[in-house]
């Protein structure tokens, strides 16, 4: 079993719909990242979080630490918000060492 | 903003050649990371420094070695290629925070495709 899971793997919605990625993770964790992957490979992070809720535009992410689970959340998605979400944790170290989820593939038609 | 720079977009080398990856970042991190993607298993992280000089493994270490001679640059070498290192390699850095259990963000920058022939 991989120590960070993320759910669904693959998402299409249309546009304008409200979306959710889930993650769920295994171990003890300082932080939990969330990244967008456009097609073409760069990654740029969207949030970092270790308790609560972060809201950048239309993008909300959400963590409960008891559980152990995180949900990103897209409002009004649109075409461009089409990407792959990657649920990342970073452990107990000062290095930064990041566990990476398997990403979910969001596509958004017009 | 922070930059980080891949050499290579793409690269195609031959199995057994020796093969150097680049990557400079401009915002002085401590730490850099250099990793592999691979369709279905994600990101997977080779090797990463925390200082010059200093390097550890990662999850998948076999077959590589990295070098960090200066703080803004961060080297992969594959010893002897093979069809097997054919992948996305990403390099990324990230800042140290003077508490230790405290994280910063990571900056990628934008991958190298890597085919071995």
């Known amino acids: 079993k991989n120590e960070v899971e993320q759910s669904p793997q693959n998402l299409t919605a249309q546009e304008g719909e409200f979306i959710t990625i889930n993650c769920s993770y295994s171990?003890?964790?300082?932080?939990l990242h969330w990244l967008q992957q456009h097609p073409g490979g760069g990654i740029v992070s969207l949030f970092m979080?270790?308790?609560g809720k972060k809201k950048h535009g239309r993008l909300i992410a959400t963590i409960n630490i008891q559980e152990k689970h995180s949900s990103l959340h897209i409002t009004a998605s649109h075409p461009r918000d089409s990407a792959v979400y990657i649920c990342?944790?970073?452990?107990?170290?000062?290095?930064?060492?990041?566990?990476f989820g398997q990403g979910t593939i969001l596509t958004v038609h017009p | 903003d922070v930059k980080v720079t891949q050499s290579s977009r793409y690269l195609v080398k031959r199995t057994g050649e020796k093969v150097f990856l680049e990557c400079v970042q401009d915002?002085?991190?401590?730490?850099m990371f250099w990793y592999r993607q691979d369709p279905g298993l994600g990101l997977r992280l080779i090797y990463f420094?925390?200082?010059?000089?200093?390097?550890e493994k990662g999850d998948i270490p076999e077959g590589y070695s990295v070098s960090r001679e200066k703080k803004e640059r961060f080297s992969l070498i594959l010893e002897s290629a093979s069809t097997n290192q054919t992948s996305m390699y990403l390099c990324?850095?990230?800042?140290?925070?003077?508490?230790?259990?405290?994280?910063?963000?990571?900056?990628f920058g934008d991958g190298t495709r890597l085919s071995i022939l």
């Open positions: 915002m002085d991190h401590e730490n």
């Open positions: 990324a850095s990230s800042s140290e925070d003077s508490n230790s259990y405290s994280n910063q963000p990571q900056h």
């Open positions: 171990v003890g964790i300082s932080a």
């Open positions: 979080l270790s308790s």
């Open positions: 420094s925390y200082d010059v000089k200093m390097k």
């Open positions: 990342a944790v970073a452990g107990g170290t000062s290095y930064g060492k990041l566990t």
